[in-house]
């Protein structure tokens, strides 16, 4: 069931109504997973809200809000000197000054960092952030790994971290995190799963198969969206699903496009070496506003 969202106005594929499908896990404590498709405003940025208890977190544009670029915004790698110009151009599309935007050198580790304002904008190795920083938007790049974003709906602190099947367990870091410096309940965060390559189309071999299985499966703890090895394929969103449930979290809304399938998206294992990296953003920007 897609989850009827009742916010303005366009960014988020809705058929079907509801709050979400309403599960327990092996304690008897109920979750909600709020599954949606994207839809790209100008072809360039879908957004997203956090949820929680079946409602939007962000109300006519204002407020926390998740989002991520498309192929036709073109690549927001760093690594090639375009990069440098398609972030930019989507940040000041956003009313972004990009001294206000965060990100990481990315290295698929599990290495999250907690930022303050004097933080460095870009450049310190690691695949994810937080922060309580109002004015902070935090990026990191994807094109077939997950993009995780977190928001503490008590104490405002959120968090974005780049998961592929090397760094898959760096959400739980960043959550770990939170508690740590801000005495974060996982009860009172809403998580968002972004688009990622589908157990459709992420085959690997046996023995990186069973590894991601020893690692992340296992008889213990709830399996929401059920084993996180199906058939040879790995699923990202099963394994990281499966850990924030069983750390506490209980609001996920999940993407359900997969980047290999939908040409609207980067996908590293479609596009080769020339892929288009997506800019996955968190932070008070203007969704309505984009080029």
């Known amino acids: 069931m897609l989850l009827n969202w009742t916010i303005p106005p366009h960014n988020l594929d ?32 879908a957004w997203f809200p956090f949820i929680m208890d079946g409602v939007a977190l962000t109300l006519q544009g204002k407020g926390i809000v998740c989002g991520i670029s498309s192929r036709a915004a073109g690549t927001m790698s760093l ?5 440098s110009f398609h972030r930019h151009r989507l940040y000041t599309s956003l009313g972004l000054d990009p001294m206000q935007v965060f990100t990481c050198t990315q290295v698929h580790s599990r290495e999250v960092l907690a930022l303050e304002p004097e933080s460095p904008r870009e450049g310190p190795q690691a695949d994810g952030m937080i922060s309580r920083d109002p004015q902070a938007c ?30 898959t367990g760096i959400a739980l870091k960043a959550l770990q995190l939170m508690e740590a410096r801000w005495h974060t309940r996982p009860e009172a965060v809403a998580a968002v799963l972004g688009p990622c390559i589908g157990s459709c189309c992420y085959r690997v071999d046996a023995e990186r198969a069973r590894a991601f299985d020893q690692e992340f499966g296992g008889p213990e703890g709830a399996y929401p969206l059920g084993p996180v090895v199906k058939r040879g394929a790995l699923d990202l969103q099963a394994a990281n699903v499966r850990m924030l ?3 506490g979290v209980r609001h996920i809304a999940l993407c359900r496009d997969c980047t290999f ?20 953003l968190v932070g008070a920007f203007h969704p309505q506003v984009c080029f």
Do not use: I, Q
């Open 138 to 167: 935090l990026a990191v790049t994807v094109a077939d790994c997950l993009p995780v974003y977190l928001y503490d709906t008590e104490n405002g602190g959120f968090g974005l971290v780049h998961s592929g099947w090397k760094g």
């Open 14 to 45: 809705s058929p079907g109504a509801g709050d979400g499908e309403g599960r327990a896990d092996e304690d008897g404590k109920e979750f909600h997973l709020y599954p949606f498709h994207l839809v790209f405003e100008r072809e360039t940025l």
């Open 245 to 247: 449930v069983n750390a």
């Open 79 to 83: 690594r090639v000197p375009e990069g």
């Open 261 to 280: 399938t939908d040409e609207r998206l980067g996908s590293f294992r479609r596009e080769g070496p020339s892929y288009t990296a997506m800019a996955a």
